[in-house]
């Protein structure tokens, strides 16, 4: 299981992402924990979380995933273990949301706070902000690394042409720049990614961190009707992938699953993994079980032929 560099950040992640927004929604605060060692245990080291995370659940206020990774981290010392990245700018209530430099600065203090760390190692625009310039933007985040309290810099729900301006605007202006993107993409998710930003990524290498990495559990296999839509509280997403297109992704699924013996969530990251130019799939899980499931992906070596019937079955 080789390293990979978050753009040309300088930093390195094995390929697989753990997705913080289980944290202090589906998992409490000791599952939490016990998720967050065993992922360590398995040798990976790349955890991905949000200020936001999990502000929608009835009671919560934000910042609950950050709280709990805090702790974590703090009782067992593994700061130097993981590489550890958060994001800014969903709405976390009043006008705290955006991207203007006094809002990003209260926020980075927040979740460093929080995080109970002096640092983060990756700080990412969480939404784009379009009532902000992006010299802005970028100028307030170029200062944080300066001050030492981010490494790298990533953006998620940018547009492409959007993304490609902000790049434009470090470049122009001396500011560090944008060094991952997190899109949606999964086996059955592909259209918008490969059309719009593969090609803008690979050129300009920029790390790929994909969000929705298992279609909200779908790939996971364990959906297959509408009658399974209960066993989660994710299973109202999964819906519309119940089609022609999505039956025949699960059978391909399964076939390479059995072949590898292992399970179609497995496969499933690991053919986004497979996929020139995607630096980490971001998954989480809710058990341990789940959680060493997900994990064997990375040492899944997949077939050329394994690759090719998976992306025949979800050709768009």
């Not at 170029?142 to 790298?152: E, F, M, P």
């Not at 999964?186 to 990524?201: A, G, H, I, Q, W």
């Not at 209960?230 to 819906?239: A, D, I, L, P």
Request: proline share 3%; aromatic share 10%; hydrophobic share 35%.
């Amino acid at each position: 299981m080789e390293k990979r560099e978050l753009g040309k950040s300088g930093i390195q992640v094995y390929p697989f992402c753990f997705g913080g927004n289980v944290f202090g929604w589906t998992a409490d605060q000791k599952t939490s924990f016990t998720l967050l060692d065993a992922f360590v245990d398995a040798g990976f080291d790349f955890v991905d979380t949000a200020d936001v995370y999990s502000k929608w659940l009835p009671g919560n206020t934000g910042g609950e995933s950050e709280t709990i990774i805090g702790k974590w981290l703090k009782q067992g010392g593994k700061r130097d273990k993981i590489i550890l990245a958060t994001k800014v700018g969903k709405p976390m209530g009043d006008d705290k949301k955006g991207l203007s430099k006094a809002y990003i600065t209260q926020a980075v203090e927040a979740s460093l706070n929080r995080l109970q760390t002096d640092y983060v190692d990756l700080y990412q625009s969480h939404d784009d902000d379009q009532d902000t310039p992006l010299a802005e933007s970028l100028e307030t985040f170029d200062d944080l690394i300066k001050q030492g309290k981010v490494r790298a810099l990533g953006a998620s729900n940018y547009g492409a042409e959007r993304f490609k301006e902000a790049l434009q605007v470090s470049e122009e202006n001396g500011f560090a720049r944008y060094e991952t993107l997190q899109p949606e993409y999964n086996l059955y998710d592909r259209e918008d990614y490969e059309y719009k930003y593969e090609s803008l990524c690979r050129e300009s290498n920029i790390g790929v961190i994909t969000y929705y990495s298992l279609a909200s559990g779908f790939l996971t296999g364990k959906y297959r009707s509408e009658a399974d839509l209960n066993k989660s509280q994710r299973g109202g997403g999964v819906k519309k992938y119940l089609n022609g297109r999505g039956y025949k992704i699960l059978a391909a699924l399964d076939k390479v699953a059995e072949e590898y013996n292992a399970t179609p969530a497995a496969v499933s990251l690991a053919w986004v993994m497979a996929r020139p130019g995607i630096t980490a799939p971001i998954a989480s899980a809710t058990s341990v079980q789940q959680t060493n499931d997900l994990a064997k992906a990375a040492q899944l070596n997949l077939s050329g032929e394994a690759i090719k019937i998976l992306t025949t079955a979800s050709n768009y």
